[in-house]
């Protein structure tokens, strides 16, 4: 379980910075990222409970995790069940609770192809979009929009969007891998603009004694 999250939280490493726009988009789709993106550039801090599911159609298996994402622009904390995600902007602390062990690197958010800070404007990096149509869910309504990387080399070939019409939030992600690992991001509870303090973003080695560091920066 631990390799599979992991790949996948790099892959998503899911939703604020992305600077780069859509390409070609309808003008259905075009409109409804405009709302989303003006909605979410309101907040200066995010936190968001969301589910995980990763299902992999070459081994059959399913992994479903619950976690919490927190964002205050480029800086961002994951926890789940079994680890933690810690980044400022620059560097990023990996802890896995179970061995006691921290892994340090360097974070380049050009380097990533999807990153958790991105999770909910993912669709400003480098994609062409559709709008799929409207459903019902829940007595909301729920706008599905696809979207095509530009660059046909990554390693997912869709991306898929669920938008609440009313709030202009994304609701759900799905990432559709070529080798057959899918992962779904649902969001479960939303709050914005809470105080978060910078450090809140930064691995407290104190906190965790014994902890085993693994320092991949000096490598």
Same mark, same amino acid.
């Given at each position: 379980?631990?390799?599979?999250?992991?790949?996948?939280?790099?892959?998503?490493?899911?939703?604020?910075?992305?600077?780069?726009?859509? *390409?070609?988009? &309808? =003008?259905? +789709?075009?409109? $409804?990222?405009?709302?989303?993106?003006? /909605?979410?550039?309101?907040?200066?801090?995010?936190?968001?409970?969301?589910?995980?599911?990763?299902?992999?159609?070459?081994?059959?298996?399913?992994?479903?995790?619950?976690?919490?994402?927190?964002?205050?622009?480029?800086?961002?904390?994951?926890?789940?069940?079994?680890?933690?995600?810690?980044?400022?902007?620059?560097?990023?602390?990996?802890?896995?609770?179970?061995?006691?062990?921290?892994?340090? *690197?360097?974070? &380049? =958010?050009? +380097?990533?192809? $999807?990153?958790?800070?991105?999770?909910? /404007?993912?669709?400003?990096?480098?994609?062409?979009?559709?709008?799929?149509?409207?459903?019902?869910?829940g007595g909301k309504k729920i706008q599905k929009i696809e979207l095509t990387p530009i660059n046909k080399s990554k390693p997912y070939f869709k991306v898929k969007l669920d938008i609440d019409k009313a709030s202009h939030k994304v609701v759900n992600m799905s990432v559709l891998n070529k080798n057959g690992v899918n992962a779904?991001?649902?969001?479960?509870?939303?709050?914005?603009?809470?105080?978060?303090?910078?450090?809140?973003?930064?691995?407290?080695?104190?906190?965790?004694?014994?902890?085993?560091?693994?320092?991949?920066?000096?490598?």
């Amino acid at each position: 379980m631990r390799k599979n999250i992991t790949i996948t939280l790099s892959l998503i490493v899911l939703f604020i910075v992305g600077s780069q726009h859509l *390409t070609a988009q &309808d =003008a259905t +789709a075009n409109r $409804i990222l405009g709302k989303v993106s003006a /909605t979410y550039q309101t907040y200066k801090t995010i936190k968001a409970g969301f589910s995980i599911t990763i299902n992999n159609s070459q081994t059959k298996s399913k992994i479903k995790q619950n976690g919490t994402l927190y964002l205050k622009g480029k800086k961002f904390k994951i926890t789940l069940s079994d680890q933690e995600i810690y980044c400022d902007g620059k560097t990023m602390w990996t802890y896995f609770k179970e061995e006691n062990e921290v892994q340090i *690197t360097k974070f &380049d =958010a050009n +380097a990533q192809d $999807i990153n958790p800070s991105e999770i909910f /404007t993912i669709y400003r990096k480098g994609f062409n979009s559709k709008y799929v149509g409207e459903t019902l869910v829940g007595g909301k309504k729920i706008q599905k929009i696809e979207l095509t990387p530009i660059n046909k080399s990554k390693p997912y070939f869709k991306v898929k969007l669920d938008i609440d019409k009313a709030s202009h939030k994304v609701v759900n992600m799905s990432v559709l891998n070529k080798n057959g690992v899918n992962a779904t991001y649902s969001i479960k509870s939303f709050q914005a603009n809470l105080t978060m303090n910078d450090t809140f973003f930064k691995f407290d080695q104190k906190s965790k004694p014994g902890v085993v560091v693994i320092d991949l920066t000096k490598s």
